[in-house]
C-alpha cells in the first residue's frame, strides 16, 4: 500500500520562528511536490523535486525554502514564520515526471502561525 | 489569475441521483485534466482524468465531460452515494508541466 507521511498533522509556531515541515514516501518516486491549500484558492504549488538534492520552484516559492538529501524525504522550510503562511500543507509525490502521473498526498499538515 | 475555476464552493444533491461538478478553465493550451477528491484530514486522492484528444471518460460511476470550445469539463457521479461526500478538485495542466489546481467543490450527499 502507498503511504506518504508527514511528520505533523497539527502544528502551531509564533512569528519569526524557522519551521520544518518533514515528507516521507515509501514509494520509491523520483518527483516530491510541496503544496499549501487554502480556503477559495484551492492547491497551490510552492516547491518541487525530481531527483535527490534538485529542487524548482513553484507557484508560490517566497518564504520557503526545500531540501530533498534523500529519494524518499522532502522537506518543506519556513525561514522565518509569518501569520500569513498559517494554511494546510500537503506533501505528494509522484512515480514519473510531469503532472499525468498519479500524484499520492500525505494527510496533511496544519500550520498556525501566532 | 486563476486559470482553473470551480465556481460552485458546495454542491448538495440528494443519494442516488446525479452529481455534476463543473470546473472552467482560462489556458486553451492545456492538455490534459484531472479531478481529486479529498476527504476531511486525508490528502487528494486521484479519481479521474481526461486527455484533451478525447470528450469523454468513463470509470464506474464515474465520468468527465470535457468541452474544448467552452473550456469546461464537468465530472458525473452516478448514482451518487454518502460516501462521495467530499471536496473534489479539478486540475489541468499542458505538456509535461505542474498540475494548476481549482478552488474545489464540496459535494454534500444527502441520505
Known amino acids: 500500500d502507498v503511504k506518504v507521511t508527514q511528520s505533523s498533522r497539527y502544528l502551531v509556531k509564533r512569528t519569526g520562528e524557522k519551521v520544518f515541515l518533514e515528507c516521507v514516501q515509501d514509494?520509491?518516486?523520483?518527483?516530491m511536490f510541496w503544496y499549501r491549500q487554502d480556503p477559495g484558492l484551492g492547491l497551490r504549488l510552492i516547491y518541487f523535486s525530481y531527483d535527490v538534492k534538485m529542487k524548482e520552484k513553484g507557484d508560490i516559492p517566497e518564504g520557503y525554502s526545500v531540501s530533498r538529501e534523500k529519494k524518499e524525504r522532502f522537506s518543506l522550510i519556513l525561514e522565518s514564520a509569518s501569520t500569513n503562511q498559517t494554511s494546510m500543507y500537503l506533501c505528494a509525490s509522484s512515480k514519473l515526471a510531469g503532472g499525468r502521473e498519479e500524484q499520492f498526498f500525505g494527510p496533511g499538515t496544519r500550520l498556525t502561525v501566532l | 489569475d486563476q486559470q482553473v475555476k470551480q465556481n460552485s464552493p458546495s454542491l448538495s444533491v440528494q443519494e442516488g441521483r446525479i452529481s455534476i461538478l463543473n470546473c472552467d478553465y482560462t489556458n486553451s493550451m492545456f492538455d490534459y485534466f484531472l479531478w481529486y477528491k479529498k476527504y476531511p484530514a486525508e490528502g487528494p486522492t486521484f479519481l479521474i482524468s481526461?486527455?484533451?484528444?478525447?470528450d469523454k471518460n468513463e470509470d464506474g460511476r464515474f465520468t468527465v465531460f470535457l468541452n474544448k470550445s467552452a473550456k469546461h469539463l464537468s465530472l458525473h457521479i452516478v448514482p451518487s452515494q454518502p460516501g462521495d461526500s467530499a471536496v473534489y478538485f479539478c486540475a489541468a495542466l499542458f505538456g509535461n508541466e505542474k498540475l494548476t489546481f481549482g478552488t474545489g467543490t464540496r459535494l454534500t450527499i444527502i441520505p
Open positions: 481526461i486527455s484533451s484528444i478525447k
Open positions: 514509494m520509491d518516486h523520483e518527483n
